[in-house]
Protein backbone atom coordinates (compact mmCIF):
# COMPACT_ATOMS: atom_id res chain seq x y z
CA UNK A 1 0.00 0.00 0.00
CA UNK A 2 1.19 3.73 -0.34
CA UNK A 3 2.32 6.45 1.59
CA UNK A 4 -0.17 9.92 0.74
CA UNK A 5 2.27 13.06 1.20
CA UNK A 6 -0.90 15.65 2.43
CA UNK A 7 -0.40 18.88 2.62
CA UNK A 8 -2.99 20.49 4.50
CA UNK A 9 -4.07 24.05 5.64
CA UNK A 10 -4.57 24.38 9.32
CA UNK A 11 -8.32 25.02 9.63
CA UNK A 12 -9.08 21.74 8.82
CA UNK A 13 -6.63 19.87 11.07
CA UNK A 14 -9.12 19.25 13.84
CA UNK A 15 -11.98 17.43 11.40
CA UNK A 16 -9.20 15.42 10.12
CA UNK A 17 -7.39 14.02 13.40
CA UNK A 18 -11.01 13.44 14.00
CA UNK A 19 -11.35 10.84 12.06
CA UNK A 20 -11.47 11.72 8.21
CA UNK A 21 -7.97 10.32 7.86
CA UNK A 22 -7.86 7.48 9.90
CA UNK A 23 -11.03 6.49 8.32
CA UNK A 24 -9.67 6.51 5.04
CA UNK A 25 -6.38 4.13 6.24
CA UNK A 26 -8.68 1.66 7.61
CA UNK A 27 -10.91 1.56 4.42
CA UNK A 28 -8.18 2.20 2.00
CA UNK A 29 -4.79 0.67 3.78
CA UNK A 30 -3.12 3.61 2.75
CA UNK A 31 -1.36 5.64 5.06
CA UNK A 32 -0.86 9.46 5.30
CA UNK A 33 2.19 11.40 6.11
CA UNK A 34 0.36 14.71 6.75
CA UNK A 35 2.74 18.63 6.67
CA UNK A 36 -0.25 21.16 8.51
CA UNK A 37 0.78 24.76 7.57
CA UNK A 38 -0.95 27.93 6.81
CA UNK A 39 -1.56 27.57 2.45
CA UNK A 40 0.88 30.58 2.03
CA UNK A 41 3.47 28.37 4.06
CA UNK A 42 2.72 25.32 1.81
CA UNK A 43 3.09 27.74 -1.10
CA UNK A 44 6.55 28.12 -0.17
CA UNK A 45 7.38 24.62 0.15
CA UNK A 46 5.92 23.86 -3.70
CA UNK A 47 8.32 27.03 -4.78
CA UNK A 48 11.61 25.03 -3.24
CA UNK A 49 10.70 22.19 -4.81
CA UNK A 50 8.57 19.91 -2.35
CA UNK A 51 5.81 18.61 -4.17
CA UNK A 52 2.64 16.89 -2.25
CA UNK A 53 0.56 14.03 -3.39
CA UNK A 54 -2.49 15.73 -2.05
CA UNK A 55 -3.06 19.13 -1.26
CA UNK A 56 -6.02 21.07 1.06
CA UNK A 57 -5.81 24.92 0.89
CA UNK A 58 -7.66 28.04 -0.11
CA UNK A 59 -9.75 27.16 -3.43
CA UNK A 60 -8.43 30.02 -5.30
CA UNK A 61 -4.51 29.67 -4.63
CA UNK A 62 -5.49 25.60 -5.08
CA UNK A 63 -6.97 26.47 -8.72
CA UNK A 64 -3.74 28.94 -9.39
CA UNK A 65 -1.46 25.73 -8.81
CA UNK A 66 -3.33 23.88 -11.01
CA UNK A 67 -3.48 26.46 -13.99
CA UNK A 68 0.79 26.55 -12.96
CA UNK A 69 1.00 22.60 -13.63
CA UNK A 70 1.14 21.68 -10.18
CA UNK A 71 -2.37 20.29 -8.96
CA UNK A 72 -4.56 18.06 -11.83
CA UNK A 73 -7.43 20.77 -12.74
CA UNK A 74 -9.34 17.31 -12.89
CA UNK A 75 -9.43 16.58 -9.11
CA UNK A 76 -10.17 19.74 -7.77
CA UNK A 77 -12.79 19.87 -5.82
CA UNK A 78 -14.37 22.36 -2.67
CA UNK A 79 -14.86 20.59 0.15
CA UNK A 80 -15.56 23.21 3.42
CA UNK A 81 -15.81 26.86 4.32
CA UNK A 82 -15.48 28.74 7.35
CA UNK A 83 -15.70 32.11 8.50
CA UNK A 84 -13.19 33.96 11.22
CA UNK A 85 -13.70 34.64 14.65
CA UNK A 86 -11.90 35.39 18.02
CA UNK A 87 -11.12 33.49 21.17
CA UNK A 88 -10.06 34.93 24.29
CA UNK A 89 -8.26 33.84 27.29
CA UNK A 90 -9.58 31.42 29.63
CA UNK A 91 -9.55 34.34 32.34
CA UNK A 92 -11.46 36.62 30.76
CA UNK A 93 -14.64 37.01 33.09
CA UNK A 94 -16.97 38.61 31.01
CA UNK A 95 -16.73 38.21 27.06
CA UNK A 96 -16.26 41.16 24.91
CA UNK A 97 -19.65 41.53 23.03
CA UNK A 98 -18.22 41.35 18.91
CA UNK A 99 -22.57 41.72 18.14
CA UNK A 100 -22.12 44.69 16.01
CA UNK A 101 -19.09 46.06 13.72
CA UNK A 102 -18.69 49.38 16.60
CA UNK A 103 -18.67 46.35 19.03
CA UNK A 104 -15.99 44.88 17.42
CA UNK A 105 -14.05 47.95 17.06
CA UNK A 106 -14.41 48.33 20.86
CA UNK A 107 -12.99 45.02 22.03
CA UNK A 108 -9.95 45.12 19.43
CA UNK A 109 -9.03 48.52 20.64
CA UNK A 110 -9.90 47.52 24.30
CA UNK A 111 -7.77 44.50 24.43
CA UNK A 112 -4.12 44.80 25.60
CA UNK A 113 -3.31 42.97 22.65
CA UNK A 114 -4.85 40.84 18.90
CA UNK A 115 -3.29 38.01 18.42
CA UNK A 116 -3.57 37.19 14.44
CA UNK A 117 -1.17 35.02 11.87
CA UNK A 118 0.20 37.30 8.86
CA UNK A 119 0.91 33.85 6.45
CA UNK A 120 -2.78 32.28 6.71
CA UNK A 121 -6.04 33.67 4.98
CA UNK A 122 -8.17 34.59 8.05
CA UNK A 123 -4.54 36.59 9.03
CA UNK A 124 -4.44 37.86 5.97
CA UNK A 125 -8.21 39.24 5.65
CA UNK A 126 -7.98 40.50 9.57
CA UNK A 127 -5.08 43.14 8.83
CA UNK A 128 -6.91 44.25 5.73
CA UNK A 129 -10.66 44.16 7.87
CA UNK A 130 -8.09 46.75 10.70
CA UNK A 131 -7.57 48.53 7.80
CA UNK A 132 -10.93 49.17 6.76
CA UNK A 133 -11.90 49.83 10.07
CA UNK A 134 -9.33 52.47 10.55
CA UNK A 135 -8.46 50.92 13.40
CA UNK A 136 -4.59 49.62 11.38
CA UNK A 137 -2.19 51.14 13.54
CA UNK A 138 -4.02 51.48 16.99
CA UNK A 139 -4.30 47.64 16.71
CA UNK A 140 -1.09 47.03 15.63
CA UNK A 141 1.33 48.93 17.60
CA UNK A 142 0.53 46.26 20.03
CA UNK A 143 -1.08 43.04 18.37
CA UNK A 144 0.95 39.67 18.77
CA UNK A 145 2.01 38.57 15.44
CA UNK A 146 1.53 34.78 14.86
CA UNK A 147 4.42 33.29 12.28
CA UNK A 148 1.78 30.12 11.58
CA UNK A 149 0.31 27.77 14.28
CA UNK A 150 -2.87 28.57 16.51
CA UNK A 151 -3.17 32.10 17.49
CA UNK A 152 -5.50 31.37 20.03
CA UNK A 153 -2.23 29.44 21.53
CA UNK A 154 -1.29 33.23 22.56
CA UNK A 155 -4.15 33.69 24.77
CA UNK A 156 -3.22 30.68 26.88
CA UNK A 157 0.33 31.57 27.59
CA UNK A 158 -0.55 35.46 28.37
CA UNK A 159 0.79 36.95 25.02
CA UNK A 160 -2.43 38.18 23.86
CA UNK A 161 -6.13 39.26 25.53
CA UNK A 162 -7.79 38.09 21.86
CA UNK A 163 -7.02 36.01 19.38
CA UNK A 164 -8.67 36.25 15.54
CA UNK A 165 -8.69 32.84 12.98
CA UNK A 166 -10.21 30.45 11.47
CA UNK A 167 -13.39 29.54 13.68
CA UNK A 168 -11.96 25.31 12.79
CA UNK A 169 -8.68 26.79 14.06
CA UNK A 170 -9.87 28.60 17.37
CA UNK A 171 -11.61 25.29 18.24
CA UNK A 172 -8.38 23.69 18.29
CA UNK A 173 -7.32 25.12 21.26
CA UNK A 174 -10.02 23.87 23.47
CA UNK A 175 -8.96 25.81 26.93
CA UNK A 176 -9.81 29.51 25.13
CA UNK A 177 -13.09 31.20 25.22
CA UNK A 178 -14.87 31.23 22.26
CA UNK A 179 -15.85 34.35 21.75
CA UNK A 180 -17.97 33.77 18.80
CA UNK A 181 -17.83 34.58 15.19
CA UNK A 182 -17.02 38.06 13.27
CA UNK A 183 -20.29 39.96 12.72
CA UNK A 184 -22.00 39.53 9.42
CA UNK A 185 -21.24 42.74 7.79
CA UNK A 186 -17.25 42.06 8.68
CA UNK A 187 -17.31 38.41 8.13
CA UNK A 188 -15.22 36.64 5.64
CA UNK A 189 -15.43 33.11 4.57
CA UNK A 190 -12.91 31.32 3.29
CA UNK A 191 -13.71 27.79 0.54
CA UNK A 192 -10.97 25.02 1.17
CA UNK A 193 -10.51 22.86 -1.56
CA UNK A 194 -8.03 19.48 -2.31
CA UNK A 195 -6.74 18.36 -5.16
CA UNK A 196 -4.29 15.47 -6.04
CA UNK A 197 -0.46 16.40 -7.38
CA UNK A 198 0.42 16.59 -11.00
CA UNK A 199 3.40 14.44 -9.63
CA UNK A 200 1.52 12.12 -7.00
CA UNK A 201 3.57 9.07 -6.59
CA UNK A 202 0.38 6.79 -6.70
CA UNK A 203 -2.02 8.93 -8.88
CA UNK A 204 -4.88 6.69 -8.03
CA UNK A 205 -4.55 6.46 -4.37
CA UNK A 206 -4.31 9.93 -4.40
CA UNK A 207 -7.48 10.38 -6.30
CA UNK A 208 -8.70 8.32 -3.89
CA UNK A 209 -7.85 10.43 -0.34
CA UNK A 210 -9.36 13.30 -2.44
CA UNK A 211 -13.06 11.84 -3.17
CA UNK A 212 -13.16 10.71 0.41
CA UNK A 213 -12.45 14.14 1.27
CA UNK A 214 -15.39 15.00 -0.20
CA UNK A 215 -17.80 12.07 0.92
CA UNK A 216 -20.65 12.48 3.36
CA UNK A 217 -18.83 11.20 6.49
CA UNK A 218 -16.11 13.69 6.15
CA UNK A 219 -18.48 16.13 5.45
CA UNK A 220 -20.00 15.45 8.94
CA UNK A 221 -16.53 15.86 10.66
CA UNK A 222 -16.46 19.09 8.92
CA UNK A 223 -19.36 20.49 10.38
CA UNK A 224 -18.43 19.27 13.93
CA UNK A 225 -14.92 20.84 13.75
CA UNK A 226 -16.75 24.39 13.45
CA UNK A 227 -16.48 23.80 9.15
CA UNK A 228 -19.41 24.52 6.99
CA UNK A 229 -19.73 21.28 4.84
CA UNK A 230 -20.00 22.02 0.63
CA UNK A 231 -21.77 19.03 -0.54
Given at each position: ???????????????????????????????????????????????????????????????????????????????????????????????????????????????????????????????????????????????????????????????????????????????????????????????????????????????????????????????????EAID
Amino acid sequence: MSTIRLFSTLAVRLALDAGVLDGFTAATGHAIATIYDPTNVLLRRIEDGDLPDVMIGVSPQLRDLADAGVLDESSLADIARVGAGIAASPGTSTLPSIATVEHLKAALLGARSVAYSQTGASGVYFASLLAKLGIADAVNDRATIVEKGFTAEAVLDGRADLAVQQLSELRFVPEARLVGALPDTAQHYTVFAAATGIAARDGAASRALVDHLSSPAARERYRTAGLEAID
